[in-house]
Structure formats: C-alpha cells, structure tokens
C-alpha cells in the first residue's frame, strides 16, 4: 500500500472538522426540536405536517450548516430556514396558516388573560382573540406566538428575530396594545413582558 492511500488518521483534522459540526448541529437540533415542532404544529394544524415541516427544516438547515455556522446569528438564520419550510409546506398544500384553528392556540389565551385578567376574561369567547393575533405584524404575531405558545424567553426571541431583548419587549407591547385597540378593551399594564 503506498502512503497515499492509507485510511486517514484518527487525530485528521478534517474529520474532526466534521464531528464538530455534526456536534454542533445536533446540539442546536437538541435545543430547538419541540419548539420548531410546536411553531409548525401552530401552522399546519396537525402533528404529522408538523413532524414532516420540522423535519424537512432541519434537513434544509444541516445542507448548509457550514453556511449558518459562519452568519452573524445562528438561531436568526435557521429561524428564517424554519419559516420559509412552513410557507413553502402551506403553499404545496394550498392552505392558509391554522393559526386561529390551532388548539394550542388556547395557550396564548391563558398567558395573556394572567397578565391581562380582568380585561382579557371574555375574549375567547366573545372576542376572537385568535383571529385578531393572526392579523398581527408579522413581527408582532411572531413574538407572541413564540413567548405565549412556543415558550421561548425574550433573549431567545431576540436571537431568532436577530433584534435585541428591547425590541422584542417593543413588538409584544405593541402587539398587545394592537390586540386590545381591535378587541375594543381598554390597553394591558405592561409588567416587563
């Protein structure tokens, strides 16, 4: 066997290279999985077009993880590699976002009547709160949908939108106060959220 084509070593730096962005990606998949799939579920409707959306999103991401690895921020890249599946995956289907169909949706009711109690207690039935958060900015609709729903806290919002904590806090006020002005309700006190 002549020397250039013995196996590569164990210590080779191109395949280290490798096992740290398999690593890394894993470690993000890890990190996001259940709330991408919990976004999707949002959208779609069902878990399995939920499943098949994230699914297709994190093979869509690892074919240019090298790429997203290099970009100014990681979650905002793959956060846009995220929405562009759902849109795509809603447009194959030719269907409309299930945002306000979404039984999760329930979710946002709930964490908007705790900070809002008084005068968030007749909306879902009275009001159309889902209907009224679904014609949000989309800036808006996205961090409520990601801080009410999805779970995620406002540092990791910021990262995903690529803006910091104080225009995520800017986008939830005035989507709230929007949600309240089309509701007909007097505007939510603001406690930090």
């Known amino acids: ?3 250039d084509r013995l196996p590569p070593a164990a210590g080779d730096p191109l395949r280290q290279a490798g096992r740290r962005l398999a690593v890394a990606f894993e470690a993000f998949h890890e990190t996001h999985y259940r709330k991408w799939l919990a976004y999707a579920h949002l959208h779609t409707g069902s878990e399995e077009a939920a499943l098949e959306v994230t699914c297709a999103a994190y093979r869509r991401l690892r074919l240019c993880w090298p790429y997203a690895l290099k970009q100014s921020s990681v979650d905002s890249y793959a956060w ?4 562009e599946t759902v849109v795509d995956w ?21 964490a908007l009547l705790r900070e809002c109690q008084q005068q968030f207690a007749l909306l879902e039935s009275q009001l159309g709160l889902y209907e009224a958060i679904s014609r949000l900015p989309e800036r808006q609709c996205d961090v409520i949908v990601l801080r009410h729903v999805v779970g995620y806290s406002d540092a990791q919002i910021a990262s995903l939108l690529g803006v910091d904590e104080a225009t995520v806090r ?18 939510c006190p603001t406690k930090g959220k």
Do not use: D, P, W
Request: charged share 15%.
């Open 170 to 187: 800017s986008h939830a006020s005035r989507g709230k106060r929007r949600l309240a002005a089309a509701l007909g309700i007097a505007a």
């Open 1 to 3: 066997m002549t020397r």
């Open 90 to 110: 809603l447009s194959a289907n030719g269907r409309v976002t299930a945002l306000t169909q979404s039984a999760a949706f329930a979710v946002v009711t709930r």
């Open 80 to 83: 846009a590699v995220l929405k």
